[in-house]
Nanobody, 116 residues
Framework: QVQLVESGGGLVQPGGSLSVSCAASGSISSIYRMGWYRQSPGKQRELVAGIFSSGSTDYADSVKGRFTISRDNAKNTVYLQMNSLKPEDTAVYYC??????????WGQGTQVTVSS
């Protein structure tokens, strides 16, 4: 079992920056990939960024060059730094952990609102 707790969401103006965090606990050693997803009203949940245990990363085209995913292994925490935010980035952001046995765990989500 893996438990995930997100934090750091909030309200930011267009063009601003925000960072969200995801702290993992439980069977940490079984995780091979961590990802950030988002879901806005009326839309499907979509991948934003992911980071593998190897350190390699992947991003949705819509956030490339603006968002950066990183991790602190000592703190069992994954971060998503979001720059040049746009109103269309408004969503609930969820953290997901995928284990080597392909089990997926989700956090409770944190709201990010980009508005003037």
């Amino acid at each position: 079992q893996v438990q995930l707790v997100e934090s750091g969401g909030g309200l930011v103006q267009p063009g601003g920056s925000l960072s969200v965090s995801c702290a993992a606990s439980g069977s940490i050693s079984s995780i091979y990939r961590m990802g950030w997803y988002r879901q806005s009203p009326g839309k499907q949940r979509e991948l934003v960024a992911g980071i593998f245990s190897s350190g390699s990363t992947d991003y949705a085209d819509s956030v490339k060059g603006r968002f950066t995913i990183s991790r602190d292994n000592a703190k069992n925490t994954v971060y998503l730094q979001m720059n040049s935010l746009k109103p269309e980035d408004t969503a609930v952001y969820y953290c997901r952990a995928t284990t080597m046995t392909l089990n997926a765990y989700w956090g409770q989500g944190t709201q990010v609102t980009v508005s003037s």
